[in-house]
């Protein structure tokens, strides 16, 4: 099996003179066939199938026929200008829309800002509805829950799609929605297939990543997680990490930079990203 095949485009009849365009992705790992269905097809394609075999995995794909894409986090977000200085429009803040899935690999710091965000909710008078779909990490349903009970909230905990799915059926129109989910190795197929079958299409990704990474580690991790469905990126542990280098690094993957962790106090420690703070940063100057 090649690393990457293109199967010929399958129109199907849409309104008017529209068709829908799927094309299968053929390749050893599911990250390699993510980033060829990216390349070949770009942001706007619509994952509609996975499956796995002796060979490798297979992926069917589609453009929507309509250019108004009804999933908002799978628009394309341009990549981070020569010098180094974001401009406005990749920077802002996080999606309202949907359900925010907090991603990333294990130990980034996704439940400390799902406490974080579930604060800034619950302090702003509103009662977000937070969901846990990590079962694997010893104590973190514990954890979790019990600061969401300090907050005066419940915790839904759902092992499966099913349950997920059952779980975000409660939310009430306008209410916030917030998803911790476990740590995922973007490298490793069987987790990828995991996580993508767990979340994919239910709202937006947002990748959580530590501060402090080497440039290249946090962009190539970023890719990966860009490839998944990410597009926004919210640092952590910018409190320890003394320079920016890897938030640039990793926002050239294609990620707007929304807000940034900068300590444990779930009530104070998330700022927004400016132009500002990132230049303070690459100054090797705490924010």
């Known amino acids: 099996m090649p690393p990457t095949a293109r199967a010929e485009p399958d129109p199907r009849p849409g309104e008017g003179d529209t068709a829908m365009r799927l094309s299968v992705f053929r390749a050893p790992t599911m990250a390699q066939a993510m980033a060829a269905l990216r390349r070949e097809l770009g942001d706007d394609a619509v994952l509609l199938d996975t499956r796995s075999g002796r060979g490798g995995v297979e992926i069917t794909a589609a453009i929507p026929p309509d250019e108004d894409d009804d999933e908002p986090w799978l628009a394309n977000v341009p990549a981070v200008p020569a010098d180094n200085r974001p401009r406005d429009n990749q ?153 920016g280098g890897s938030v640039l690094a990793a926002a050239r993957a294609g990620l707007t930079l929304t807000e940034a962790g900068t300590g444990p106090d779930p009530a104070n420690d998330l700022v927004r990203i400016t132009p500002d703070w990132v230049a303070t940063r690459l100054q090797g100057r705490s924010a």
Not at 204 to 211: D, E, I, K, R, S
């Open 91 to 243: 920077l802002g803040p996080l999606p309202e829309d949907a359900p925010l899935f907090l991603i990333g690999t294990p130990g980034a710091g996704k439940t400390m800002t799902c406490v974080k965000l579930a604060t800034r909710h619950v302090l702003a008078g509103r009662q977000p509805l937070v969901v846990t779909t990590d079962g694997e990490r010893a104590g973190a349903v514990e954890q979790l829950g019990a600061c969401m009970r300090a907050l005066g909230l419940a915790l839904a905990v759902a092992g499966s799609r099913t349950a997920l799915v059952r779980a975000l059926e409660n939310a009430v129109p306008g209410q916030p929605v917030l998803v911790d989910t476990a740590g995922c190795n973007p490298f490793d197929d069987a987790r990828v297939r995991a996580l993508l079958g767990l979340i994919h299409g239910l709202g937006h990704p947002v990748l959580v990543q530590p501060g402090g990474l080497c440039p290249e580690e946090a962009e190539e991790e970023a890719r990966a997680f860009h490839a998944m469905g990410a597009r926004h990126l919210l640092p952590t542990r910018m409190d320890v990490a003394r320079r």
